[in-house]
């Protein structure tokens, strides 16, 4: 337990000089609090030559995606807090605990579905020259920055 800890790094919030110790510029400018936040924004406008009604667009997107899904992400870090539960404790019903992954792994599908339309609508914002200029896959994860539910960080079995 110790090790996998100590493995997820200062940079996710853990240990001491992480990113609650550095201030709220430090916070925005990693991506911790969703997608585009504070001068996130402004380094994307900056690198794509974003005009301010290009940057005006992609934060209503921003604001009206996070509206949108907050009750779907706090239903999923719930189920997935249950399901923990019910895989720590040694009496509980395995099909309960199927039921809850499912329902995991159906809110996790709502989820990515949303990201997926959010996504699309941004491309939608910009010139085909200014997505050429995003390297492949870096652009859509830059905006959302690091993943902030629990079971999503790096641990035993994934890269």
Do not use: C
Request: hydrophobic residues 35%.
């Amino acid at each position: 337990m110790a090790t996998s800890a100590l493995g997820q790094g200062a940079w996710e919030g853990k240990g001491p000089g992480g990113p609650w110790e550095k201030g709220q510029e430090f916070r925005e400018r990693r991506g911790m609090m969703g997608p585009m936040p504070g001068s996130m924004m402004g380094d994307w406008a900056q690198r794509l030559n974003l005009t301010e009604e290009q940057t005006a667009r992609l934060h209503k997107l921003r604001e009206s995606y996070l509206k949108d899904t907050l009750v779907l992400r706090n239903e999923l870090v719930i189920k997935r807090f249950d399901l923990r539960n019910f895989l720590a404790n040694p009496q509980a019903d395995p099909n309960q605990v199927l039921a809850t992954q499912r329902e995991v792994s159906g809110l996790e599908s709502q989820l990515q579905e949303r990201s997926l339309l959010y996504q699309l609508e941004m491309r939608q914002v910009l010139t085909p020259e200014q997505i050429n200029l995003l390297a492949p896959g870096l652009f859509f994860r830059g905006f959302h920055g690091p993943r902030m539910m629990p079971g999503q960080g790096r641990g035993i079995g994934r890269e």
